[in-house]
């Protein structure tokens, strides 16, 4: 496994591969690597003959400065993890510098709307700064296939319009939601939930699961009420927000109409720690 820091070290390995005619997959993490990386990471070996998977806690991309400070960096531990899967995985830790330059700022995009929605209310600016990272992890690894889970979907409908704007040739492959047993949506951020929010937490799960249950009999109105009021009593669990979305633009319903895809989504406070999930409705 090669462990690479600069950009032009990567640059120089991917045009030497490039040159061998082979095939390029990246999976971009953040670090505090889990089973569901680990998911993407495989799925990326099996489609690509060399696959780069980037450590990099992007600054731009938190609104919460105290987040972004306590954001988990485990690049010791998460090396260790990758050599696990495979010899052959190319590791690209920069640092913001690399990455930015001298100037640690966002590209200002127009995602059609879909930036406006959910994640994009509570968290300004927030793919801004995704966009923009990825703009750059793009252009310097120039990947064939690049591989998010279906956990962050929202952020999923975001990079594939990048790569629409930013007329990118790499093709975006969405992941299923890697979960626990108990249907918890693996993240690097429940390393920090406690024993009593990781015992409650699952509860996220449940609830989407009987509202994709009931989506077929009971109304919007109804479901978001019910999913309300299993938050109001709940001293570990705060529902920041719950809706029922088009998949296409991703825009909150109050009614269903046929031959429409849905999904539901939910951000939910355990403490200081925010756990998003969502689940495909139809």
């Not at 485990?74 to 930015?100: G, H, N, Q, R, W």
């Amino acid at each position: 496994m090669r462990l690479l820091k600069k950009r032009r070290d990567i640059q120089s390995d991917v045009a030497s591969l490039k040159k061998q005619n082979k095939t390029i997959g990246f999976v971009p993490t953040m670090g505090a690597l889990h089973m569901g990386h680990l998911a993407l990471i495989k799925r990326a070996l099996n489609e690509n003959q060399t696959v780069v998977v980037s450590i990099f806690v992007n600054p731009t991309q938190f609104n919460n400065q105290e987040d972004l400070v306590n954001y988990p960096r485990t690049l010791d531990s998460d090396i260790e993890l990758l050599s696990d899967v495979s010899k052959e995985i190319i590791v690209f830790a920069p640092s913001p510098k690399e990455i930015y330059g001298d100037q640690v700022t966002s590209i200002s995009y127009n995602f059609g709307g879909l930036e406006n929605q959910m994640e994009g209310k509570f968290r300004p600016g927030h793919f801004d700064g995704v966009g923009t990272v990825l703009k750059h992890f793009f252009e310097i690894v120039t990947p064939d296939k690049a591989y998010f889970g279906e956990k962050d979907f929202q952020q999923l409908q975001i990079v594939r319009r990048l790569v629409d704007i930013e007329n990118m040739s790499v093709q975006i492959v969405g992941c299923p939601i890697y979960r626990e047993e108990n249907g918890l949506a693996l993240s690097s951020r429940n390393k920090r939930l406690n024993q009593n929010q990781l015992e409650v937490s699952p509860l996220i799960y449940q609830i989407l699961t009987q509202v994709k249950n009931d989506f077929g009999t009971k109304s919007v109105h109804m479901l978001n009420k019910w999913v309300s009021e299993q938050f109001e009593n709940n001293d570990e669990l705060t529902l920041e927000y719950f809706e029922i979305a088009k998949v296409s633009d991703l825009k909150s319903i109050q009614r269903k109409y046929k031959n429409t895809k849905y999904r539901a989504f939910i951000a939910v406070f355990a403490g200081e720690i925010r756990l998003i999930d969502n689940i495909a409705l139809n």
